[in-house]
């Protein structure tokens, strides 16, 4: 709890240009905690030199996804929107938690073998510690709740493991948190290979549709989404193609895969593809003009960096405080 209020943390990588899964899995969500909660929102750019990085990409990145926060709607008077290399605390804690999780759990991790499959050449440390800097990221806050897409649930529970066995071994620490995955959008699938995950770093443009993407681009990138030989717009097992175009319709449309399948019974897919692109491209119109907006103005987001980074370092700092002293730290 923080001013009476349970506490909310989440963190986007700055590795790419951000997609309509990282959109509808995470981003577009993150405003409707405000209100009721005490929220942490994170560029979380340490993760993402797991992976390598052209640097000058990187910070024109992190500026991109900290304005893409505020043009999904994140006021930073009412939440803490911040960049996780500005708050030491993070590394700090990490490397503390490392020493409480274990290999095999690290092992067990979707992503670090989906990761390393895709980055033969450097399977680096970091890449296996991703999840207990994750864990760090969360814990410091005393979070409760952790809004994210279906991918990000694994690390979640590697957070609960890791806090409730920090909380067995030295008595209450860490709140223990919990994923709160949305029901229409946890997990948008690739254009091109329907059974991937859409993700912000996939080399194949047209597998990706990005939330800063032209009208005509997104219009095209569903044109050419890949379907099946079928014809019916109907969910079903074996059709991941459509599965997943009627998933993102639903999930920017708000309307039920039922209602989708009767609005366009008797029509083909290339109808509904051209719909499904419409309906994407007009919803994210004005994501993409308040994005405008605050990216042209670089001094007013090193001003949000900055008071954010203020405001979690100090609430990190006393979490990080209470761990030194429990592990028997001189403080
Ligand atoms: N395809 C997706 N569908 C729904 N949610 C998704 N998320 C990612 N992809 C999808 C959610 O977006 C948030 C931010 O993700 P991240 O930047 O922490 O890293 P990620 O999960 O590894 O996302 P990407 O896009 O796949 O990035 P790269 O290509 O760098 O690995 C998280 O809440 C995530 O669940």
Redesign the pocket.
């Known amino acids: 709890m923080q001013d009476g209020r349970k506490v909310v943390f ?7 240009n ?10 577009k969500n993150f405003s409707g905690f405000s209100d009721e909660y005490k929220c942490y929102y994170c560029v ?1 750019d340490l ?2 030199i797991t ?1 390598r990085q052209v640097p000058a990409e990187l910070r024109k990145r992190t500026y991109d996804t900290l304005a893409l926060y505020l043009a999904c709607g994140l006021d930073p008077d009412k939440n803490t929107v911040f960049v996780q290399s500005h708050v030491p605390a993070h590394a700090e804690l990490a490397w503390i938690l490392d020493c409480y999780t274990m290999f095999g759990e690290l092992s067990r991790m979707t ?1 670090f073998k989906d ?1 390393s499959a895709k980055n033969a050449q450097n399977i680096n440390a970091g890449l296996f510690t991703y999840p207990s800097l994750m864990a760090a990221d969360i814990l410091l806050y005393q979070t409760e709740m952790v ?7 694994q690390h979640v529970e590697l957070a609960r493991d890791i806090a409730i066995r920090f909380n067995t071994i030295y008595s209450d620490t860490f709140v223990v948190p919990e994923p709160s995955i949305i029901k229409t ?6 254009l091109a290979e329907p059974e991937k ?6 080399s194949n443009e047209n597998a990706v549709v990005r939330i800063l993407d032209t009208k005509d681009t997104i219009i095209r990138k569903f044109r050419r989404a890949v379907t099946d030989s079928g014809s019916e717009i109907r969910f079903a097992e074996g059709k991941d193609g459509i599965n997943n175009l009627i998933t993102i319709y639903c999930a920017f449309t708000g309307k039920t895969v039922e209602e989708t399948e009767n609005e366009f019974s008797g029509m083909g897919y290339a109808e509904f593809k051209a719909a499904v692109g419409e309906v994407c491209a007009d919803s994210l119109a004005p994501v993409q003009e308040m994005f405008a907006k605050y990216s042209s103005d670089k001094g007013f987001l090193e001003s949000v960096m900055k008071r954010g980074a203020e405001e979690a370092s100090y609430s990190a700092r006393k979490t990080l405080s209470k761990v030194k002293r429990k592990v028997g730290f001189i403080i």
């Open positions: 989440s963190g986007v990588q700055p590795s790419g951000l997609t309509i899964g990282n959109y509808l899995g995470a981003i979380v993760h993402s992976v992503q990761k809004p994210v897409g279906a991918d990000q649930k959008g946890h997990k948008i699938m690739s995950k859409m993700s912000k770093s996939d």
